[in-house]
């Protein structure tokens, strides 16, 4: 682990509820877009998956889609809700508001996962962005030590972290709760069903 440690025990993260630049395949970063109709129906899809566990603390990035996302999984349990800026969206600069296949294949990338590799120089560094995500939720499952928190963010936000914890991406979907947690070969994310 570099920079930052990792965080002493498992904790719940989820990716906001879809937009319409998502439903139109944009990068979409700090662009504050709220989520759509069928962003909604996700956001109420993991209220219900995650129904039968406790949380104690929901923490959101600050942007539109990821509070509505929270709001709506808080609602049922009251579950107190915080808002975090080290949980904003990944910094894309100029790439912002791309067609990502347009991207891909000017750039003649293979796999979203190498957007890394072509970041303009106005962007936020990978680095720089798995060192805040690290951060922020060490210090939140460090101040709930016997609560269950649950994080709201982004996609690159949870890869970046996801890259720090487990050395590698995930397959990370809209709707779906995933858990972190610290194994003894190392830390794993799983999807909570």
């Not at 030590?145 to 936000?157: A, K, N």
Request: aromatic share 8%; with cysteine.
């Amino acid at each position: 682990m570099n920079a930052t440690s990792a965080p002493s025990r498992a904790f719940l993260f989820v990716r906001h509820g879809a937009t319409d630049w998502n439903r139109d395949g944009r990068i979409q970063g700090r662009t504050d877009n709220p989520i759509n109709d069928e962003g909604i129906a996700q956001a109420f899809a993991i209220a219900r998956r995650l129904r039968p566990l406790r949380i104690d603390q929901i923490v959101t990035s600050p942007l539109l889609r990821a509070v509505k996302t929270a709001e709506i999984i808080a609602a049922p349990s009251a579950t107190p809700v915080a808002v975090d800026k080290e949980l904003i969206a990944f910094d894309y600069g100029n790439l912002e508001g791309q067609v990502i296949t347009d991207t891909m294949r000017t750039h003649g990338l293979m796999s979203v996962q190498d957007f890394v590799s072509i970041l303009p120089l106005d962007s936020e560094s990978w680095t720089s962005a798995g060192d805040r995500v690290l951060r922020c939720v060490g210090r939140w499952v460090s101040a709930r030590p016997q609560g269950t928190v649950l994080f709201v963010s982004h996609d690159l936000i949870m890869q970046a972290l996801a890259t720090k914890l487990c050395g590698k991406w995930f397959a990370n979907r809209y709707g779906t709760p995933y858990r972190f947690a610290p194994t003894d070969e190392g830390w794993v994310v799983d999807e909570i069903y």
